[in-house]
């Protein structure tokens, strides 16, 4: 039996409730366990806790920062509070898988990844995509030459969402591009895995908010790649992905992010998803495929990794550049972009990051 692992789960929304079921229903032999919860308010935290069999819950987070018996930690915050929950963290030497976007700005993504390496702490950004097996097939494939020269990548990923919804909310880092405009991005970067992009450029559409609603993106590759991708909250689109070789084509079904299905040349190759425990409910398509996540972070954390191979922090460096990229072109303008690691980011000026007195 693999060596246990135990989670702390930074914040109890609903995202946080799939990745734990999706470790609650892990195979016993895989030795995951949540060890502790915490939330805003301990009311909520008690709730989440008894709903997952969970044995500790926490009001602050500082508490959960501190118990000794935690492994790794997932942080499931909304996104503007993601460079400093994880900059604590790390802080601390406590390992951290953060949920996507990594941070709210390239620049706040540099400096927490400058962080990560000169603590020497493990950090990944939770781009579970990359942990499916259908993705490392389609890496293999790609490796292989089974389409040949790849030439473009075709991505959509657009949902309808309620006027009301916080991904079109500014006061919690909503806006198309870093909530799911991240997926068709990683796609891109991980076809074009050895390139940066040459040039970029975003048509779309802003809500009365500043938020982008919708996103079309055409990038170009110096070796003669280009990317179409698309995203939004508009409507919903097909949500799959297409990546064309000299020798063909391979399509990722839909929804791609976390599909099930990869069209080979030869022909049609399944990965079914893994079983979920009987009480399971999940919020988002496909959520059972967390378990990959959880696995190979899990894993990265026994072998005393500081990044996962599968997603490095160049890999978030280079998402996070894209994804700038792709809203300013159409002008979202955020409160982190005038990050100055002034008085509203405390425990940085504080020095409590770095380890500073």
Known sequence: MASPIRWGIVSCGRISHDFVTAIRSLKPEENQ?????AARSIEDAKQFAEKHHVGKAYGSYDELIADPDIDVFYVGTIAPAHFDMACRLLAAGRPVLCEKPLCMT??????????AREKRVFL??????????????????LEAGTIGEVKHVTATLAFAAPDGSPVRKMSVGGGTAL?????????????????????LRTLGHLNTEGCDSSLSTSVSYPGGGMATLMAGFDVTMLNEAVIAGTKGIIKLAPPFHS?????????VVDFPLPESVPDASYNFPNSANLQHEALHAADCVRKGLLESPLMTLEESLRLAEMLEAMRKAVGVVYPQDDFHYSADTLHFNQGQCRGQP
């Not at 097996?133 to 494939?141: D, G, N």
């Open 179 to 199: 909530h799911i405009g991240n997926y068709p991005a990683q796609l891109a970067n991980l076809v074009f895995r050895d390139q940066r992009w040459s040039d």
């Open 106 to 115: 390239l620049r706040q993504t540099q400096e927490l990844v400058s962080i």
């Open 33 to 37: 366990t949540i060890a502790a919860v």
């Open 124 to 141: 990944m950004e939770a781009v579970w995509s990359r942990c499916l097996p259908a993705y490392r097939r389609l890496v293999a494939e």
């Open 259 to 267: 599909t099930t299905e990869l069209h080979l040349p030869t022909g």
